[in-house]
DNA sequence: TTGCGATATATACGTATATACATAACGCTT
DNA sequence: AAGCGTTATGTATATACGTATATATCGCAA
């Protein structure tokens, strides 16, 4: 069945920093509490995860990350406020736009 | 500066065959009349550009793109009404999204 | 019938991206 | 001091992608 995609994504200079792969590992940071669980879990390598972390916290004026490393646990992730704050304007920019595509039936007809 | 961006294609089956590039390319060869002309012009290979317009022409009731080898010129392409139309709905919808993209301040002052 | 300019098509190559792998560093617990 | 699980980081390999290159085909004109 062929559909209208779209997808979105926040970049700086060329250099995309935040889009559907990087709100979905802060949603699964914060389930797991682990960055390399996290990864896992969404079948993304270990090093992607680390890297997409260290370039979504360049980007903000407060880290959305917190990444400890050693401790009882071994270390851990964990999701700030203000993380989870970008995971909820990003959704709801999201379901915008699906609303729009949904509404796009003049150049859907056009097409089989 | 960091920005939005936003892409749209339309895909079946997982395959994509129209977006931003094919879209360019029939603006192209409209103006050129001639499919390597307006893959050259626009730093395109001409075989990608020549597989572009089968897969556009296989998704669509009627051709979009009539392309014609031998003859006076050579040959040459051009685009018919319902090609010129696919272009007119694309970019109605492009500047749609344009404009949903510009009302995103809350996400934006997120990020640096 | 030869030449021309465009379309049509296959193959080889180079590059960029991502993954896999290996290893180090860390800090709490026992 | 040894062990554990996690983060941190470099290197090598694989793979997908586009491009470059080469060649064939077509139909009108001279």
Redesign the pocket.
């Known amino acids: 069945m062929k559909k209208i995609k779209i997808k979105c994504w926040v970049e700086d200079e060329g250099e995309k920093f935040y889009g559907p792969g990087p709100n979905e590992l802060l949603k699964r940071i914060q389930k797991e509490g682990?960055?390399?669980?996290a990864a896992t879990k969404m079948g993304?390598?270990?090093?992607?995860a680390?890297e997409l972390?260290q370039r979504l916290n360049q980007h903000a004026d407060v880290p959305l990350v917190i990444?400890?490393?050693?401790?009882?646990?071994?270390?851990?992730?964990e999701i700030t406020p203000q993380g989870l704050e970008i995971i909820r304007e990003f959704e709801s920019f999201q379901r915008k736009i699906d609303q729009l595509v949904d509404q796009q039936t003049d150049l859907m007809k056009l097409l089989k």
Request: no cysteine; aromatic share 10%; net charge positive.
């Open positions: 682990s960055l390399s669980r993304m390598s270990y090093k992607k680390w972390v990444l400890k490393k050693g401790g009882q646990h071994g270390g851990g992730a």
